[in-house]
């Protein structure tokens, strides 16, 4: 059987004979840009391209084979033992690599496809899906909009990545359904590791078939992939088995607070169980310390009860974090954007 792309104009077959019919449908500017992607890949070309976040700098293309891209697609559904005629929601852009592998995934897998609009809070069909890759600020920002997270009641497994988890927003997620966090950039084609946070929240990141890691200079993770060379990368990492990894943060990152280095995402995943705002951890200059950390909650201005605030959290924090991880500062301040909608640290 052949997977079905489904848009607001009608259903085709994910299948090249098809084209014609999916580009006349495309009414829609992310419907325009499903049929571009389609386009490419179905292609005689035996390369395509990728755009990096810009999360740690400007973005930038990044080719790589279509084959690597099939078996990253197939890694996938091997993991997660995705069934053909599965249903999937695609609700990122496909201009960058979370939203372009569902649709390769669903031409693998034999998928139904349902495109709906990349917004912050997308809006899905009452469809029971099977699978569904959504950023963290999308989750975040469904849960303000709606107030809880009932539309998901349906949903079989929930993929998260691009940023860090809110651990803050677990315990709205509806009873059944499988909640996991991804480990991966564009430079791997997509995530080589995933970690579960529903039904049972695990520490440790799990490699996908066939995929290996190891540790570095500096601590930092090398991952072995069967169709690429070794690929050196700047994230720290406690390594527990070739296929299993704690990971630490960016050492682009690090924090160096009285010669203690703090990694600001271990610090953003225990103070998100208190704060339900976006925000960052970040260090900037201490004339004693080195570095201190801050931490910026994304706002036009400071509360009126910012004071009452910054005593919660630190005392929050206080009872889980260790002096030097513990924010010195707290502001209120807008955070900006990644291209692809990352909240950006301040450096």
Request: proline share 7%.
């Amino acid at each position: 059987m052949k997977g079905r792309l489904h848009f607001s104009q009608g259903s085709f077959s994910l299948d090249p004979s098809a084209f014609e019919a999916i580009e006349r449908a495309a009414s829609h500017p992310w419907e325009k840009a499903v049929a571009e992607l389609l386009r490419h890949w179905w292609s005689t070309e035996d390369q395509i391209v990728l755009t990096t976040s810009g999360s740690t700098g400007p973005p930038e293309s990044i080719y790589h084979a279509k084959e690597a891209v099939r078996k990253s697609a197939r890694r996938t559904i091997a993991y997660f033992t995705l069934k053909e005629g599965a249903h999937a929601a695609l609700a990122m852009p496909v201009r960058f690599v979370g939203g372009m592998m569902m649709v390769v995934r669903a031409i693998e897998g034999n998928w139904n496809l349902h495109v709906v609009e990349p917004l912050l809070v997308p809006e899905f069909p009452p469809v029971p899906f099977d699978f569904v890759a959504l950023t963290p600020a999308q989750v975040r920002s469904m849960l303000l909009a709606q107030g809880d997270l009932r539309s998901m009641e349906n949903w079989k497994i929930l993929l998260m990545g691009g940023s860090s988890f809110p651990a803050s927003i677990v315990s709205h997620f509806p009873e059944k359904i499988r909640v996991y966090e991804s480990f991966g950039m564009t430079e791997t084609v997509s995530h080589v590791a995933v970690r579960s946070w529903l039904p049972l929240k695990t520490d440790a990141f799990e490699c996908l078939p066939g995929i290996k890691v190891s540790l570095q200079q500096e601590d930092t993770l090398c991952i072995h992939m069967p169709e690429m060379e070794p690929l050196s990368t700047s994230d720290s990492a406690k390594l527990i088995d070739e296929r299993h990894f704690v990971w630490l943060g960016r050492l682009d990152d690090a924090i160096n607070s009285g010669g203690v280095k703090v990694y600001p995402q271990a610090v953003e995943e225990v103070l998100s169980e208190w704060i339900d705002l976006p925000f960052i951890v970040y260090g900037r200059p201490h004339p004693i310390l080195g570095q201190e950390v801050v931490l910026r909650i994304h706002a036009d201005h400071e509360p009126s009860h910012a004071d009452e605030q910054r005593q919660l959290i630190l005392n929050a924090g206080n009872k889980r974090l260790s002096q030097h991880h513990t924010p010195r500062v707290i502001e209120w301040r807008p955070i900006e954007k990644t291209p692809s909608g990352k909240w950006k640290r301040p450096h």
